[in-house]
């Protein structure tokens, strides 16, 4: 995806630390079937795939199994059958090219900002105490959350936390990014702004998205394409291709109708997945 937005003035110190891995990755989901504990299936042969640097959203009722999928694309849970790759690796929860940013940010409160965004470093050993600083400093200045590395996570408000738990995934530089409905609990103004920011960060950064919601507005305002779940074991029920013109400004975007026709479209399919249930 290229969003057309411009860079931030951190932008360069991030780059900076930006390596091979900088950029999207692909993925696809080949025949995969999964049910908990062998009961009711969730999937049977599902397929989804993405191209690198593609943003999709993810919607469908409650119980079509979207945090299923991100859990069986980040190697969390193993499908039963068929097969799930990254840049054509079989995914494990391991790779470098994978991050995941849950419902709520799971901040630790007995860390600062900063050593809960350089944990991740910490655990990789994989560079000396003063550069997970600096890189950790770099991925906060990407949120806009550079004056707040010394605050504690009670300290923060509900929009500056996810915002950190952002830089904590980000700094890892994943290359597929997991997003489990990131901003539901915020309040409508404090969505939007993230909701915009986010698209920065995306065209700053290219990483492929795959982000669940329930919002349909949402979906349409960041996607690329909406992927719409039946209810389980159905898979995938629809697919919709998002040709709003980048970059994209909430207020300016929802004026135009081609916004309310792919919102409605989308609302009278999950209306038929629904009424057909």
């Known amino acids: 995806m290229d969003c057309g937005l411009p860079t931030s003035p951190s932008s360069s110190r991030f780059g900076a630390f ?56 980040s190697g969390f849970l193993p499908p039963d059958s068929g097969r799930i790759t990254i840049d ?29 965004v350089r944990f991740g470093l910490r655990m990789a050993g994989r560079l000396p105490d003063a550069d997970q600083r600096d890189k950790a400093m770099a991925a906060l200045a990407l949120v806009g959350l550079e004056a707040a590395a010394g605050k504690f996570p009670h300290q923060l408000s509900g929009g500056m936390q996810q915002r950190v738990a952002l830089a904590r995934a980000l700094v890892l530089e994943p290359r597929l990014l997991l997003m489990d409905e990131p901003f ?12 915009e920011e986010l698209l920065r960060l995306c065209g700053q950064l290219g990483q492929t998205v795959l982000f669940i ?31 709003l ?23 009278e399919r999950i209306s038929a997945i629904v009424a057909a249930a």
């Open 18 to 73: 930006s390596g091979d891995r900088s950029g999207g990755a692909a993925f696809h989901v080949d025949g995969v079937g999964f049910a908990y504990d062998g009961a009711h299936p969730v999937f049977r042969s599902l397929a989804l795939s993405a191209r690198p640097g593609e943003f999709v959203a993810l919607l469908g009722p409650s119980g079509c199994g979207k945090t299923t999928l991100l859990n069986l694309l």
């Open 88 to 116: 054509g690796e079989t995914v494990t929860p391991e790779m470098l090219a994978l991050g995941y940013v849950f419902q709520s940010p799971q901040l630790f409160p007995w860390l600062d900002v900063l050593d809960n």
């Open 184 to 195: 539901a609990a915020l309040d409508a103004i404090t969505r939007a702004t993230l909701n």
């Open 213 to 243: 919601t329930h919002d349909v507005e949402e979906a349409v305002f960041l996607a690329d394409r909406v992927v719409l779940l039946g209810i389980a074991p159905a898979g995938i029920h629809s697919e919709l291709t998002i040709d």
């Open 245 to 267: 013109p980048r970059p994209r400004r909430l207020r300016e975007t929802r004026r135009l109708q081609r916004f309310t026709t792919l919102t409605d479209t989308l609302l």
